[in-house]
């Protein structure tokens, strides 16, 4: 199969949609590979890495993007709806449930859409290809909660571990998922009062046995948010319903009584965002200020650590990206866990989740 990869163009977006050590694999397979020149520049594989690995080095996006099976890393964006064809297979991040305008081209140009966010293996909610940006995500939250608390970012000046006779910064984490688990990972790391508030109390017990004392856990209800918030020096939002709109959890009501300075870092905000008050920002532009509050809404985030994403994406997306390419779109049929991760296919919406959110695009 021939399979292209473009040069990502997201603002900042530095990842590559395949390593050179996965085109080598893909090669080895049989494939034909055709990467847009300086598309892993970003995360430190030259051309001539990839020529090294077997693939074929095209000087523009539309020699990458006219091939039967397009990786990628993050959804296209409007100046790429051009290089959609039908019957394509597009394998990537989509986050559709966000983004309308991108959902109504897919179903218009007939593209099968393969989410990576909506693999799921089944019997359990896993989510093998969304885990590993979750990670670094997660503890990036924490990383730039930090930076964006300094004083001189806009923050109210706060040093999330304290010192000796100051008392640390207080971070709030709701849910307790992969991101959420991360986040606090990194905050008691930093010396930090950390809260997590879930509404899954299994999972809340494991919580307690990974963080003991040193992380209180609360079950999530409009009254512990409300108390929790209005603390937080760093408020996370690491909410996540597969494939759906992130539920808002935060009002503006609730920003206003935040404290002048403090910081939300929403990790959500590819599925909409779970703060009222934030909206999608940057890499070029990554904070706000609105009810007094800095914001942080980068949709992107693993992107500024582009060397290890790649490949911790890539660990976990070559096995099904080796699928795709030896058996095309019956793959899905051999695989169940690939099978979820269909979204749009032959003209139709097919995802369950993703039909909830469009219902008048269901065909």
């Excluded at 991108?102 to 218009?108: A, P, R, S, V, Y």
């Excluded at 007939?110 to 359990?124: F, H, M, R, S």
Aim: one cysteine or more.
């Amino acid at each position: 199969m021939e399979i292209g990869i473009p040069k990502e163009t997201k603002d900042q977006e530095f990842r590559v949609g395949l390593s050179p050590s996965s085109v080598r694999v893909l090669r080895e397979n049989g494939n034909n590979i055709f990467v847009q020149s300086e598309a892993g520049a970003g995360a430190g594989f030259t051309d001539e890495d990839y020529r090294s690995a077997g693939a074929n080095i095209v000087d523009n996006a539309d020699a990458a993007w006219n091939r039967e099976l397009v990786i990628k890393v993050k959804e296209p964006l409007v100046s790429e709806y051009k290089f959609l064809q039908k019957e394509q297979l597009l394998f990537t991040y989509l986050h559709l449930a966000a983004d309308r305008k991108l959902t109504e081209h897919l179903i218009d140009c007939g593209t099968c859409a393969i989410a990576y966010e909506t693999v799921e293996q089944p019997g359990a909610n896993k989510l093998p290809l969304l885990t590993p940006m979750s990670i670094v995500a997660g503890r990036l939250a924490v990383q730039f909660g930090a930076r964006f608390l300094e004083r001189q970012q806009g923050g109210r000046g706060v040093l999330l571990g304290g010192i000796p006779g100051v008392k640390a910064g207080k971070v709030v984490i709701l849910g307790g998922g992969v991101v959420g688990t991360e986040a606090a990972k990194i905050a008691v790391g930093m010396g930090a009062m950390v809260q997590i508030l879930d509404v899954n109390v299994e999972r809340l017990s494991y919580l307690e046995t990974l963080f003991g004392s040193r992380v209180e856990l609360l079950y999530s209800n409009s009254a512990h948010i409300e108390a929790a918030v209005k603390e937080a020096d760093l408020l996370i939002g690491a909410v996540l319903i597969p494939g759906k709109k992130a539920p808002i959890l935060v009002s503006r009501e609730l920003v206003k009584k935040m404290r002048p300075g403090s910081v939300i870092v929403d990790v959500a905000v590819d599925q909409g965002g779970c703060v009222e008050t934030l909206h999608p920002t940057s890499h070029t532009k990554p904070v706000y200020i609105d009810e007094g509050v800095v914001h942080y809404g980068v949709p992107n985030m693993p992107g500024a650590v582009p060397w290890t994403s790649t490949q911790a994406l890539n660990n976990s997306t070559l096995p099904y990206a080796v699928q795709l390419a030896s058996l095309g779109i019956k793959a899905l049929d051999v695989n169940p866990a690939l099978a979820k991760g269909l979204n749009v296919h032959n003209h139709r919406l097919v995802h369950p989740a993703v039909q909830e959110v469009f219902p008048d695009l269901i065909g």
